[in-house]
């Protein structure tokens, strides 16, 4: 890995149309164009898809999960290794979680203190504790590009003082992970999480503490958590453009098409979401038409490409047809082709974003998916 320390972590905001940013963030493994969408690799692979299937999606930057790189393989083979984009054979950019969101959906198997969380593994019940010092050094082992500090995610539905008191512990634990992680050490990137729950002023409270800190991005967590839509985007717009200008904004794990598109329309630079993973998995496919059940009987016969406008090699090689064959055969390829096409409209997705923000017409190219996928259309 060779990098420039000079420019490590500049992010430059290039265009903005209303209070959508078209920029770039240096880091040590490339250059992210923004907005961008990064694809969940939680296990160190995006599943059913090799690192040629990512390139020719076009992917930027994918994502790593601290809590399962952890438990397996293990971060001390990760650093033996030589870290997880060379034990992976993925050159590009990795955002790793801390593990904080993923330990904290165990529910009843966590238990909670100023030091940490203790928790125990889904695999075979063994305990485990997380720091925030912790987490830094498995972060460091994993070797990615961007790292993200401990944090509590509130539960949706908590009171104000449960999330206020949340709030300050995720303050101390992020000062905690600066502390164990000095700027830019090993060339990686460290990320601040803003949570507050449903509540402005601790949401407020919480950046403007965070903000105090010197990290080289700011996250919004606890989003996308059970609340409705319209409570999710009221909030995005209210603590979105209150962020550092300077730094990137990362909303994490959010979201549909349209999610993205609200995001990014709040100013938010960078997404996460296994939902184009998953659904590809279960046969709900994201076309420039709307969204495709593939198993439905409709597409038995039908010759025609998924997704006429899709550069994927899916789209350009296969039939519904086929498409949907595979899928009630429950043949493996079905995977490997659904997935290829959904990662591949996020990420044109992400790039018709940045175009439009150059251009000056981002509205219009959110109006336009708000039609191609309104709830009667779907
Ligand atoms: N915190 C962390 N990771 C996350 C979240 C969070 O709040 C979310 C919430 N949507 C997804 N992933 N650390
Ligand atoms: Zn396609």
């Known amino acids: ?32 164009q923004t907005p961008i969408f990064m694809p969940v690799g939680t296990q160190g692979s995006v599943k059913a898809l090799a690192p040629d299937d990512l390139d020719a999606a076009g992917a930027q930057i994918i994502l790593g999960n601290t809590y399962h790189l952890y438990l397996r393989p293990g971060d001390d083979l990760l650093a033996r290794k030589g870290g997880l984009h060379r034990f992976a054979s993925w050159n590009k950019p990795i955002l790793t979680d801390s593990g904080g969101f993923q330990v904290f959906s165990l529910k009843d198997i966590r238990k909670l203190s100023e030091d940490g969380v203790e928790f125990r593994s889904h695999h075979d019940g063994s305990k485990h504790f997380f720091s925030p010092e912790k987490v830094m050094s498995i972060q460091n082992n994993i070797g990615s590009d961007i790292m993200m500090v401990l944090d509590e995610c509130v539960a949706y ?122 659904n590809a998995r279960n046969g709900t496919l994201y076309t420039s038409q709307g969204k495709v059940n593939i198993r439905r009987a409709e597409y038995r016969e039908d010759d025609s490409p998924l997704d006429p406008l899709c550069p994927c090699y899916a789209c350009r090689t296969f039939s519904k047809a086929y498409l949907r064959h595979l899928y009630v055969a429950q043949e493996l390829l079905s995977y490997r082709l659904n997935s290829l096409h959904n990662i591949t409209f996020f990420l044109t997705l992400a790039r018709q974003a940045r175009e439009a923000i150059e251009q000056g017409r981002f509205a219009a190219l959110k109006a336009h998916y708000q039609d191609v996928f309104a709830p009667a259309k779907d």
């Open 157 to 278: 539905g908590a009171d104000y003082d449960y999330t206020a008191k949340s709030l300050e512990l995720t303050t101390r634990w992020a000062r905690r992970c600066r502390q164990a992680h000095p700027r830019h050490k090993n060339g990686q990137l460290l990320f601040g999480i803003n949570q507050g729950g449903f509540f402005k002023d601790l949401r407020e409270r919480s950046l403007a503490q965070l903000a105090e800190i010197d990290f080289d991005g700011f996250a919004i967590g606890g989003l996308s958590v059970g609340e409705s839509i319209p409570e999710m985007y009221d909030m995005l717009h209210h603590i979105a453009p209150l962020m550092p200008r300077d730094t990137p904004r990362y909303l994490m794990g959010v979201g549909t098409p349209l999610d993205i598109l609200e995001g990014i329309s709040a100013g938010v630079d960078m997404f996460d979401c296994v939902l184009p993973t998953r």
């Open 1 to 32: 890995m060779t990098y420039d320390p000079a420019t490590l972590g500049q992010f430059t905001i290039t265009a903005t149309d209303g209070a959508a940013r078209r920029g770039s963030l240096v880091t040590a493994h490339g250059v992210v």
